[in-house]
Nanobody, 120 residues
């Protein structure tokens, strides 16, 4: 089970840090990904991190503004988002998979999502 938190309403230029807590005993052996979906738009890859944290991938819009990390001792992954713009408004989903990837179909486990709204 994956549970996201940390979403909310912020202004353009602000920062947010999303958290994803995994349960079930195997979270520490899984890669974690973040995806987002805005109303009327397709699901979009944000970032992913390997089980050890040694490898990370970012969507082009996230590079340089977002940082994905994890603390396995806490069964938690994070997404630090800086310099937010209204275009970042979306539901953000935490996902998990046995292998790291960048496509939504590579991640079989999904959280319920957390809403991020950025006002101009």
């Amino acid at each position: 089970q994956l549970v996201e938190s940390g979403g909310g309403l912020v202004q353009a230029g602000d920062s947010l840090k999303l958290s994803c807590v995994g349960s079930g005993g195997t979270f520490n052996t899984y890669a974690v990904g973040w995806f987002r979906q805005a109303p009327g738009k397709e699901r979009e890859f944000v970032a992913s991190i390997s089980w050890s944290g040694a490898s990370t991938y970012y969507g082009s819009f996230a590079q340089g503004r977002f940082i994905i990390s994890r603390v396995n001792a806490k069964n938690t992954a994070y997404l630090q988002m800086d310099s937010l713009t209204p275009e970042d408004t979306a539901v953000y989903y935490c996902t998990a998979s046995e292998t790291i990837g960048t496509m939504h179909f590579e991640f079989p486990y999904w959280g319920q999502g957390t809403q991020v709204t950025v006002s101009s």
